[in-house]
């Protein structure tokens, strides 16, 4: 199964954005679903956490409230929906697979080593 997100794009503080992550050769529904972002120079920092089987859903403290993920099984992607954005939110955004495909996301679920298959990103860029 490969992972790709999208959505990406500028906009200005206080704007909304959704990302989406799409799977091809194969289904999300069974697996943990994790965004994350890097800004330049920064180190990859965990967004969100989906669970899919037990509805575990983890957000960083700098985005709770904020951001919102959802699951359209139908279509077989994950979205984030981003609301009042700030220019600190500014990165490039990934969604990968908890590794070995589980369906859970940990208690401490922003270890990047935990997540496989992170594809490419998508570039969000919020101007003040």
């Known amino acids: 199964v490969q992972l790709q997100a999208s959505g990406g794009g500028l906009v200005q503080a206080g704007d909304s954005l959704r990302l989406s992550c799409a799977a091809s050769g194969g289904t999300l529904d069974y697996y943990a679903i994790g965004w994350f972002r890097q800004a330049p120079g920064q180190e990859r920092e965990g967004v969100s956490c989906s669970s899919a089987m037990d509805g575990g859903l983890y957000y960083s403290d700098s985005v709770k409230g904020r951001f919102r993920v959802s699951r359209d099984n139908a279509t077989n992607t994950i979205y984030l929906e981003m609301n009042s954005l700030k220019p600190e939110d500014t990165a490039v955004y990934y969604c990968?697979?908890?590794?070995?495909?589980?369906?859970?996301?940990?208690?401490?679920?922003?270890?990047?080593?935990?997540?496989?298959?992170w594809g490419q990103g998508t570039q969000v860029t919020v101007s003040s």
């Open positions: 990968a697979n908890r590794a070995n495909w589980s369906p859970r996301c940990k208690t401490k679920w922003t270890l990047v080593a935990d997540y496989a298959n």
